[in-house]
C-alpha cells in the first residue's frame, strides 16, 4: 500500500512524516496552496464588535492571529470562539487563550447543532474562512436571526499538474490510497484527470473527512470512499490503521 497525500502544507508535509515514522510509504502531492487572505485587515475592526467568531480551519486562524499579532491587536475577552475541527479549535484556543466549542464530528452540520448557536437571534457572527465555501453555516446562521459576516482570512490556488504523467509515477509507485480533505480539492482532482485516467483513480480507496464530501465523491465515481469523520492527521491515521 501506498499513499497519496495530497493536503496542502504544513499538514500535508507532517502526514507524510508521520506515515514515514510507521513505515508507510507515501507520495506528497498537493493540490492547493495557502496564502494570507485579502480582507485580514478587515480584522482589526469587525472582531471587536463581534459576538461570535467562528473559524472554520487551522488556516483561518493561523493568519487571522498572524494579523491580529502584527498590529499589537488583542483577541477579545468577551467574544465566544467556535471551530470546525479539534485541530482548529487547539490552534484558535492557543492563540486567543480562551476556551473554543467545536462538534465531535468535524464538519458544518455538527457545527450547527452545537448548542452555542442554537440561539443567535441579533447576534453578529464573523466567520472566518478562505476565498469561498461554507455557505451552509452563513445560510444557516442568518435563517436564525443573526448577523453574519464572512472575512477572507486565506487564499486557495489550486496547484495545476500534469494529470498524465503524475498518475503514471501513482501507478508505478503501487498508490493504493488518496487522502483528500476538502470537496474543491477533490473537484480539482478531478477535473485534471483526462476521461481514460478517471477509471483507475476512481477505483482506489479515498479517504476524506465528512459525509458531505463523501457524498460528492460517489457522484464523481469513486467507488471506496470512506469518512474518516474529522481533517486531522491523527484521525486520518487512525483510519489507516496506523495508530
Not at 491587536?73 to 470546525?84: E, G, I
Not at 478562505?130 to 477572507?152: C, K, P, Q, S
Not at 482506489?204 to 492527521?233: D, K, M
Request: hydrophobic content about 40%; glycine content about 4%.
Amino acid at each position: 500500500m501506498t499513499v497519496l497525500v495530497t493536503r496542502p502544507a504544513p499538514a500535508g508535509q507532517q502526514l507524510c512524516q508521520q506515515l514515514a515514522q510507521v513505515g508507510q510509504p507515501a507520495i506528497y502531492h498537493p493540490l492547493i496552496s495557502i496564502d494570507p487572505g485579502r480582507e485580514l485587515s478587515e480584522l482589526l475592526t469587525r472582531l471587536p464588535h463581534s459576538d461570535i467568531l467562528i473559524a472554520v480551519s487551522q488556516h483561518a486562524a493561523h493568519f487571522a492571529d498572524l494579523t491580529l499579532s502584527q498590529n499589537q491587536h488583542p483577541w477579545p475577552t468577551n467574544t465566544l470562539y467556535l471551530a470546525v475541527g479539534q485541530k482548529t479549535a487547539h490552534v484558535l484556543s492557543k492563540a486567543t487563550q480562551q476556551k473554543v466549542h467545536y462538534p465531535d464530528i468535524s464538519d458544518s452540520e455538527h457545527l450547527l447543532q452545537l448548542p452555542q448557536l442554537q440561539q443567535v437571534q441579533d447576534k453578529k457572527i464573523l466567520i472566518l474562512r478562505g476565498n469561498g465555501g461554507r455557505e451552509l453555516i452563513y445560510d444557516t446562521l442568518t435563517a436564525r436571526g443573526a448577523h453574519v459576516h464572512y472575512l477572507e482570512a486565506y487564499q486557495r490556488h489550486n496547484l495545476v499538474f500534469d494529470a498524465k504523467r503524475s498518475v503514471a509515477d501513482w501507478q508505478a509507485q503501487q498508490v493504493d490510497t488518496l487522502v483528500v480533505t476538502s470537496a474543491e480539492q477533490l473537484r480539482f482532482l478531478f477535473a485534471q484527470l483526462p476521461a481514460a485516467i478517471q477509471p483507475w483513480v476512481q477505483k482506489q480507496r479515498l479517504l476524506v473527512p465528512s459525509a458531505r464530501i463523501c457524498t460528492q465523491a460517489h457522484q464523481l465515481g469513486f467507488r471506496h470512499v470512506v469518512n474518516v469523520g474529522g481533517a486531522s492527521n491523527n484521525e486520518i491515521m487512525k483510519a489507516l490503521q496506523l495508530t
